[in-house]
T-cell receptor
Framework: KQEVTQIPAALSVPEGENLVLNCSFT??????LQWFRQDPGKGLTSLLL?????REQTSGRLNASLDKSSGRSTLYIAASQPGDSATYLC???????????FGQGTELSVKP | NAGVMQNPRHLVRRRGQEARLRCSPM?????VYWYRQLPEEGLKFMVY????????ESGMPKERFSAEFPKEGPSILRIQQVVRGDSAAYFC????????????FGPGTRLLVL
């Protein structure tokens, strides 16, 4: 059974800091891994999708890495801004099918 | 290209009533997924549908809940005889294929059962 864990559950940093969010999964036979952002009371915005054959993906100030053998992914946010404040979720497909298994999320607060 | 659309955005029902949640996938997407986010909990998969077919309903409660994705029109998640524990945010996502593709999420329907 695939389980996804995110640490820490909450993180507060001053503006300008670089930070790392962690995601771990129990079954390394994943097809891909997706990082999302969720703002309070809103839906999910897809940030990055890493295929199982890739080691990392970059989009602007975001960099996501994937280590299948150790069951880990990290989301690196460079030069954080107050607008980055949100809950960040990672998710993997279950049994290479369509449904996603989500972590509980990391609630990020970036203080001006 | 409009994103995934869900309506209503907010729905209030009294215990025992029915709730109907609608989802229109992105243009060109034939795969629809429903997820539920209970207060203070993570997102949980409910059901995965393609046009006119339910592919995986393993996350959907056996009673009172049903879902469809007809040939024409939006996907519908229907909850009969709602109870307070059904209060949650219900999200719909769509993708062009089931594997290897990003799922795009709608804004959600927030159901409150009084």
């Amino acid at each position: 059974k695939q389980e996804v864990t995110q640490i820490p559950a909450a993180l507060s940093v001053p503006e300008g800091e670089n930070l790392v969010l962690n995601c771990s999964f129990t079954d390394s036979a994943i097809y891909n891994l997706q990082w999302f952002r969720q703002d309070p009371g809103k839906g999910l915005t897809s940030l990055l999708l890493i295929q199982s054959s890739q080691r990392e993906q970059t989009s602007g100030r975001l960099n996501a890495s994937l280590d299948k053998s150790s069951g880990r992914s990290t989301l690196y946010i460079a030069a954080s801004q107050p607008g980055d404040s949100a809950t960040y979720l990672c998710a993997v497909p279950y049994n290479q099918g369509g449904k996603l298994i989500f972590g509980q999320g990391t609630e990020l607060s970036v203080k001006p | 290209n409009a994103g995934v659309m869900q309506n209503p955005r907010h729905l209030v029902r009294r215990r025992g009533q029915e709730a109907r949640l609608r989802c229109s996938p992105m243009k060109g997407h034939s795969h629809v997924y429903w997820y539920r986010q209970l207060p203070e909990e993570g997102l949980k998969f409910m059901v995965y549908l393609q046009k006119e077919n339910i592919i995986d309903e393993s996350g959907m409660p056996k009673e009172r809940f049903s879902a469809e994705f007809p040939k024409e029109g939006p996907s519908i998640l229907r909850i009969q005889q709602v109870v307070r524990g059904d209060s949650a945010a219900y999200f719909c996502a769509s993708s062009p294929q089931s594997q290897g593709e990003t799922q795009y999420f709608g804004p959600g329907t927030r159901l409150l059962v009084l």
